[in-house]
C-alpha cells in the first residue's frame, strides 16, 4: 500500500499560481507512475498529469498544457519521492478537488479505474 500525502490547495484569483506537493511513502515499483486527477462539483474526475517516476517523462491533459508542470524529486536514500504539480496562470475552470495518484506500470494514464492508490485530495478554488 503506497500512501500519498496530498497538500498546498488554496484558493486564487484567476492567473494566479498553486504548488501543489504530494509525498509518497515509497519509492518502488508500485508508485511507478504518480500525477493528478480533479474534480469539480457534478463532474467524473479528470485526468491533468503523469510523470513516469524513474526517468521523468511527463504527461500532460490538453487542458492544462503550458500552464501546468509536474516534477519530483527523489530522497537521497532513493526510499521516498515528492511530487509537484506548478499550476501557473489557474482559470476558474481549474477549480475542483485535486487528487494525487500512483500506479505500477500497466494500464491507462488518463483512466482513473486504473490508478489504485489515492490521496486524500486538496481544493483549489479559483474565484475573482
Known amino acids: 500500500q503506497v500512501h500519498l500525502d496530498d497538500s498546498g490547495g488554496d484558493s486564487v484569483q484567476p492567473g494566479g499560481a498553486l504548488r501543489l506537493v504530494c509525498a509518497a511513502s515509497?519509492?518502488?515499483?508500485?508508485?511507478?507512475?504518480m500525477g493528478w486527477f480533479r474534480q469539480s462539483p457534478g463532474k467524473e474526475r479528470e485526468w491533468v498529469a503523469s510523470?513516469?517516476?524513474?526517468?521523468?517523462?511527463?504527461?500532460?491533459?490538453?487542458s492544462v498544457k503550458g500552464r501546468f508542470t509536474i516534477s519530483q524529486t527523489i530522497s537521497p536514500d532513493r526510499v521516498k519521492n515528492t511530487v509537484y504539480l506548478q499550476m501557473n496562470n489557474l482559470r476558474h475552470e481549474d477549480t475542483g478537488m485535486y487528487y494525487c495518484?500512483?500506479?505500477?506500470?500497466?494500464?491507462?494514464?488518463?483512466?482513473?479505474?486504473?490508478?489504485?492508490?489515492w490521496g486524500q485530495g486538496t481544493q483549489v478554488t479559483v474565484s475573482s
Open positions: 515509497e519509492y518502488t515499483y508500485k508508485n511507478h507512475y
Open positions: 495518484v500512483a500506479k505500477s506500470p500497466g494500464g491507462r494514464l488518463f483512466d482513473a479505474a486504473d490508478w489504485p492508490y
Open positions: 510523470i513516469h517516476t524513474r526517468d521523468s517523462d511527463t504527461y500532460y491533459a490538453d
